[in-house]
Nanobody
Framework: QVQLVESGGGLVQAGGSLRLSCATSGGTFSRYAMGWFRQAPGKEREFLVGISWSGGITSYADSVKGRFTISRDNAKNTVYLQMNSLKPEDTAVYYC???????????????????WGQGTQVTVSS
């Protein structure tokens, strides 16, 4: 069973930056595609960005393309989300997720991800 723990959320002003981390344990991180999602109050959880097991392939939602960057460090079993130019509409709980079907590409559909963290709150003030 893979465990994921997000950190790095908080309160930031519009235009600011945050870096989220997702530390994993209990699995073979270097074989998994990873993704970041978010869920705002009253809304469905939405895909933001995914990264392949090697880090060589990434996929971004249009809403964050050019502002958010995903990366991973397989030696540290950690995936990161660098968020720049934050907007009030980015306010949400942010989740990382793993697709434990090994060696896969980054998926955009939530249904492919089978292990989830508990989430970290990001609040962007105007």
């Amino acid at each position: 069973q893979v465990q994921l723990v997000e950190s790095g959320g908080g309160l930031v002003q519009a235009g600011g930056s945050l870096r989220l981390s997702c530390a994993t344990s209990g699995g073979t991180f270097s074989r998994y595609a990873m993704g970041w999602f978010r869920q705002a109050p009253g809304k469905e959880r939405e895909f933001l960005v995914g990264i392949s097991w090697s880090g060589g392939i990434t996929s971004y939602a249009d809403s964050v393309k050019g502002r958010f960057t995903i990366s991973r460090d397989n030696a540290k079993n950690t995936v990161y989300l660098q968020m720049n130019s934050l907007k009030p509409e980015d306010t949400a709980v942010y989740y990382c997720a793993a697709e434990t079907a090994e060696w896969g590409p980054p998926r955009t559909s939530i249904s492919f991800y089978d292990s989830w963290g508990q989430g970290t709150q990001v609040t962007v003030s105007s």
